[in-house]
């Protein structure tokens, strides 16, 4: 795990020093990563200390480690991330978010840390649609502005 954390850090820093981003979050002295704040274990609100924590945070975490500064977490919607990148709100987006071809349009990805499939979840007792057309006259429960 601490040699993929390793090179997931050198491939991060490396495409941020390609962007000319490393000088001024130096400078700056901390590092600002977007996140919605609403999917553990990835980044979540911890209850006690009301900080944003999780998997994606400690990897912000080293990240800022490694170019020796503070980090900043900001808390935005999920659409609201790849906005707020590219107008320089924030540095880089820690969410858990899969790459998609309109993303990868705009955005550079680091080499993905995490694999997930999307899946339909329906109760025990409930059908599985096998077809899109199935769910015609159903009730279906969706995220907006997510993957």
Same mark, same amino acid.
């Given at each position: 795990?601490?040699k993929?954390?390793?090179?997931?850090?050198?491939?991060?820093?490396? *495409?941020m020093?390609l962007?000319?981003?490393?000088? &001024?979050?130096?400078?700056?002295?901390?590092?600002?990563?977007?996140?919605?704040?609403?999917?553990?274990?990835?980044e979540?609100?911890? &209850?006690k200390?009301?900080e944003?924590?999780?998997?994606?945070?400690?990897?912000?975490? &080293?990240?800022?480690?490694?170019?020796?500064?503070k980090?900043k977490?900001?808390?935005?919607?999920?659409? *609201?991330?790849? =906005?707020?990148l590219?107008?320089?709100?924030?540095?880089?987006?820690?969410?858990?978010?899969?790459?998609? =071809?309109?993303r990868?349009?705009?955005v550079?990805?680091s080499? =993905?840390?995490?694999?997930?499939?999307?899946?339909?979840?329906?109760?025990?007792d409930s059908?599985m =649609?096998?077809?899109? &057309?199935?769910?015609?006259?159903?009730?279906?429960?969706?995220?907006? *502005?997510?993957t």
């Amino acid at each position: 795990m601490k040699k993929f954390l390793v090179i997931l850090l050198v491939v991060i820093i490396s *495409g941020m020093i390609l962007a000319g981003v490393v000088d &001024e979050i130096k400078k700056r002295g901390y590092l600002i990563v977007g996140t919605e704040a609403t999917f553990p274990p990835f980044e979540f609100v911890d &209850e006690k200390t009301k900080e944003i924590v999780g998997f994606d945070i400690d990897i912000a975490r &080293e990240i800022a480690k490694a170019l020796g500064v503070k980090l900043k977490v900001e808390d935005i919607a999920f659409d *609201g991330l790849i =906005p707020s990148l590219l107008t320089k709100k924030i540095d880089l987006i820690a969410a858990a978010m899969t790459i998609t =071809p309109e993303r990868a349009k705009v955005v550079s990805f680091s080499d =993905p840390y995490f694999t997930a499939g999307q899946v339909i979840v329906v109760r025990k007792d409930s059908f599985m =649609p096998k077809t899109f &057309e199935e769910l015609v006259g159903k009730k279906v429960a969706v995220q907006l *502005g997510t993957t």
